[in-house]
């Protein structure tokens, strides 16, 4: 009857030899972490601001009367742009990960 009254002291030796065989399974099969994404800096592309050439409005008015005026800047505007090959990326888009 002594054997069944008490079982949990006749497991506490099986779980001192146990023990630490699970802990050791547990720890060898923990993941390992992925590795770090290459550095990028956000100011790779940067460009500082440069102010325009300042033209002289008579000059200015001289050169839209010689291209054709007005109206040569309405047709330019009718006509669909062709997308810049060497057009930059978003910089708001979502990249993908390699």
Excluded: C
Aim: no cysteine.
């Amino acid at each position: 009857m002594r054997f069944i009254s008490n079982p949990p002291a006749r497991l506490a030796p099986l779980l001192v030899l146990v023990l630490p065989l699970w802990a050791g399974v547990a720890h060898a099969q923990a993941p390992t972490p992925p590795a770090p994404a290459a550095f990028r800096s956000a100011l790779e592309g940067y460009q500082p601001y440069t102010d325009e050439k300042i033209v002289p409005w008579k000059e200015a008015n001289d050169n839209v009367g010689r291209i054709g005026g007005w109206r040569e800047y309405a047709k330019a505007a009718r006509q669909p742009q062709a997308p810049d090959a060497a057009a930059k990326p978003d910089p708001r888009a979502v990249q993908a990960k390699p």
